[in-house]
Structures are given as C-alpha cells and as structure tokens.
C-alpha cells in the first residue's frame, strides 16, 4: 500500500497521534502479519450509491485551514476503508475496525494546501461477512480559496428553562480541535456570561455581559490588555469600526413556556431602546430615534463604513406590561431598520425602514452586515424578538445594492440564529437546531461574491461522534481572526472587583421612572441563577 497513511481504530483506541510513530508501525505490523486486516480490493462489488455519513461532510466547500472532517460511516460491515484524494499531493488511507473515521491532521493539513480552489475525493469501502467489500461511489467536497478565520467563539450552555448554571464562553481554534475558556460563570459563583462581541472580528477591543446574584450584573470592556468593568449590564450590541462608539441594547426580557409545540420556551421584550457608549469620556448617550417611547428597539449592528446603523424596531403594544405573556405577544414584529451617523459631528438621520415586517410577514431580527457592506443576512421569523425559540425562524438575505431581499437556502425546517460574517466576507458561522430539533449547534457555510451559500457543515470535533452524546448548545458563534489574549482569571478578578464604574444612562423608557406614560422597566432577568451548592 503506497502514498497515504494505514490508520487503525476499535476497541484498541486510536493508534497515530497517542503512541507515536513507533506504535503505530508495530500496530500496523502486528495486524496485518496475523491477517486481521486484509486491504481492500481494486476490484469488487459495486453499492451504486455514496456511503451514508455522520456527520453529513458530502457536497459542501470547506476552507483550506479547517481541522479534519472525522466522521462515521453509516453502513453495516467490520472493516471500513477510506482514501481522501485531490489532484495534488498525496491521497490520505484510513482502515478502521469501526466506522468511526479520524483522519490524520498534518496530511490532511498538506492535502487542502495542496489544492486550494480544488475537489477533494472521499472513496469510501466497507467489509461485511455477507458481501466482502462493496465500493461506495466517491464523495466529493470542494474546497475553497479564501480562508476561514482563525478561531470561533461562543457560549455553552444547557438547554434551560427557569435557572442557569455552568455557563461559559469558549473560543476553538478552527484549525484544530484545541478548545479554551474566556470566561468561565463557575469562577464567578454560577454566574451567566453572554452577549460577548468583537470589534470588525478581531479581539483587542471586546466585550462580554455578565449576570450574577453574586457579584452583581455588568460589563466587561477589554482593550488590549486592560479590562474595564461597567456597573450597567449590556444587552445586544455592536462596536462601531472606529473603535470608539458601542451601539448597545437596553431590555426587559422575560421567559414564558407554552404548553404545546415544537418549542416550548419563548421569550417576550417587554421594553428595548438603543443607546450609544462613548468609550472616550465613558458617557452614554443616545438618539431620539433609537429610543422611541412608542417603539421597541433592539439588535444593532454596524456598516463596515461606520456611517450608518441597522436595527430591528416594532411598534409598542402593551397596554399591560405586569403579564407575562402579554395577550398581543403574537403581534410583536420588528421592522429591519438603517439610520445614518455623522461621527464627527455625532448627528443621526432619520430612520428608514429596510424590510418591513408587514410586507415581509414575518419578525426580521439579528441583522449582521458584510465586511464588503453589500450584503445583509438576518433572521425572519412568525413573531417575537429572540428566533432561536422559533422553528420558523430562518436566514434571509438583503441586497443593499437592490434593496431585495430572499430566503437563503441554507435555511432548514428548525430553527436558524446568531450568524456572523468572517473578516473576508467568504464564510458564515451560525446556530442551528436541524439535527435534533434541541441542541443548537454550529454551522458553516461559504459565502460567494454573487450572494450564494453553499451547504452547511457542522463544526468539525476530533471525536466522530461528539454530537450524540454532548449535552450543552452551542450560542452566539463570533468567527475571530485571533484568540483571545486576556487570561479568564483577569477577567474574573475584573467582574469580582467592587470597583464598578457607573455609567450615567440617558433619561429613555428603560431608565428607572416614570416615563412618556409608560411604567419603568422593571429590570427583571428573563432566566434565574441556580442556587449556589
């Protein structure tokens, strides 16, 4: 057998990367000196069809620096033989005694370097006692030109209902399966961390949110090497491309349950206005229009030229905000908004609306802008402010340029939410609940420059069959262009430290009075911290 590694796995474990080379050589002889593992023919019977795979890694394009797509072969049999080929370099072979197939990273590394913009080939044979080896037709992904970013960041956290507990926030490196903590809510007495974001993909200007009964609810500002902890809890937000202005959500979110359907948790916003974080002086401020007494505003996000912000906004409907839900909940769709800013001026347009949520029939939520500016994907969804409840929420695209704006295919019929564009604008990470209806997971798709994506993959994991036994989702994937340097234990000291700065907040319907008629924002958070043990 030439070109390629023999690579066993079963009950002994996997023998590359754990022995060493010297292992893995005398394994190999052991094996086939005592006829336990003949190779596969060139010859032989025929399936007439690709092998089934789990994860489903088969007609997709992947970047050239993600981590090995291991997977498991879906068929019966005892031994099962696969070879990865492209037109250069040389191909990879993996025999396993399983159909749990891991795949070598430093070949596979040379193997997508070697064929940037090219197809890799999956031929796939698998062994049974009834029929010897049956050849599968190849299996073929594409893989692209432009890289991914580095790394990946997002929460876990389990699927809950009234409490919260061993929450955290990870960053992987997506050109390995190595795996760190940001910051982890166990350091913090069980408290909840969320809402992190990053300034255009990059990590030295950041921020993360933080929810405890403990030591109280904030912010965390990271800028280099310093941290900075806010006494005021920041919603959804958005860093503008100068580095110097936050757009960030105020809100009164709660959970309800309904007794019935596909999802039984939802979420309902009670009151939401913009505000805007001015990181020279640290002062909040905000626009009229972004604060409307008559309105719900929320999500922001950026155009890469800094001149302009998108957001969602719905009419207010509450006449009774002491019900949880309120009887019109279901009435509650949010427009996908723009307004334009002056920086040097700190002036703001009027708003115009983008896509309407009558015209649209749906809620439009979460828009995320291209680094390029042409593009916007958001959620649309039945109702509501928070799709990741929703099955029917799915991925929609804008046209800046045209003004239209289409379901992307990629959607499912499960929920789709908290997408991010990568630095070069060629790869979208976002959550999905297809597999299962429960967990949301991490999704990637290319992105082409004609508006296109192609099929999703799921997140890579070194254990085939990590999905069907880990319990946790993941939320909020951020693709970054490299790790987070600040150590968790900075952070935590930060988020423990009485030293809170105040910020003073601008009078708005979220500010603690009586306002435009309307009762204050009551603050409460829509999820309890567990009990500490």
């Known amino acids: 057998m030439t070109g390629g590694l023999l ?41 007439g069809r690709p092998a089934v795979l789990r994860p489903d890694y088969a007609g997709t ?4 620096n993600i981590a090995p797509l291991n ?67 190849p299996i073929e992904n594409r893989v692209a030109s432009e890289d991914i970013d580095g790394y990946l960041a997002y929460r876990l956290i389990k699927p809950l209902f009234n409490y919260w507990r061993h929450v955290g926030i990870y960053q992987r490196n997506l050109q390995s399966f190595q795996e760190r903590t940001i910051l982890s809510g166990e350091t913090l007495a069980e408290a909840c961390v969320n809402c992190h974001s990053f300034l255009s993909n990059r990590t030295q200007q950041m921020s993360i949110g933080l929810r405890s009964g403990f030591h109280g609810s904030g912010t965390l500002l ?83 030229d800094g001149r302009a912000l998108y957001y969602c906004s719905a009419a207010f409907p509450f006449k009774d905000r002491t019900r949880v839900p309120p009887d019109n909940y279901r009435q509650v769709r949010y427009d996908l908004r723009r307004i334009t800013y002056d920086t040097a001026r700190n002036a703001w347009g009027r708003p115009e609306t983008v896509v309407s949520a009558e015209d649209a029939g749906g809620s439009a939520l979460l828009p995320r802008v291209s680094p390029d500016g042409r593009w916007v ?57 297809r597999r299962d209806g429960l967990f949301t997971r991490t999704y990637i798709s290319y992105f082409d420059q004609q508006g296109r994506a192609a099929k999703p993959f799921i997140l890579p994991q070194e254990d085939p069959g990590f999905y069907d036994t880990f319990l946790k989702t993941y939320t909020v994937p951020e693709l970054i262009a490299e790790p987070v340097r600040v150590r968790p234990r900075a952070l935590a000291a ?38 500490r043990r």
């Open 71 to 137: 997977f498991l072969v879906q068929e019966p049999g005892d031994r099962f033989f696969v070879e990865i080929s492209a037109g250069a370099g040389s191909p990879i072979e993996v025999l396993s005694k399983t159909p749990e197939i891991r795949i070598p990273p430093r070949k596979w590394h040379r193997l997508l370097e070697a064929n940037r913009g090219g197809t890799l080939h999956f031929r796939i044979k698998v062994r049974s006692a009834e029929r010897g080896w049956v050849a599968f037709d």
């Open 377 to 433: 994907v958001f959620c649309l969804c039945d109702y509501g402010c928070f799709p990741i409840f929703h099955a029917s929420s799915d991925l929609y695209l804008l046209d800046v340029k045209t003004g239209e704006y289409r379901q992307l295919a990629i959607s499912s019929d499960r929920s789709e939410s908290w997408h991010s564009w990568s630095s070069n604008g060629r790869w979208l990470a976002f959550s999905s609940k």
């Open 7 to 47: 690579r066993m796995t079963g009950a002994e474990g996997s023998v590359a990367g754990r022995g060493g080379r010297l292992s893995a050589l005398l394994a190999l002889a052991a094996l086939t000196l005592s006829g336990c593992a003949p190779l596969p023919p060139n010859s032989g019977a025929q399936a």
């Open 494 to 531: 930060a988020a423990k430290s009485q030293a809170k700065i105040k910020l003073e907040m601008p009078e708005t319907s979220m500010t603690p009075r009586e306002t435009s008629g309307r009762p204050a924002a009551s603050g409460t958070d829509a999820w309890i911290q567990a009990p």
């Open 61 to 64: 394009v992947i970047p050239p």
């Open 222 to 304: 990271i800028d280099g090497n310093e941290v900075t902890a806010l006494g005021a809890k920041w919603g959804y937000n958005s860093w503008h491309p100068g580095g110097g202005l936050v757009a960030v959500t105020l809100m009164d979110v709660h959970q309800f349950f309904h007794a019935v359907g596909t999802e039984l948790r939802d979420v309902v916003d009670l009151d939401s206005d913009l505000v805007i974080y001015h990181a020279d002086g640290r002062k909040v401020d905000t626009a009229g229009a972004l604060a409307d007494p008559d309105r719900l505003e929320s999500y922001p996000c950026w155009t890469p």
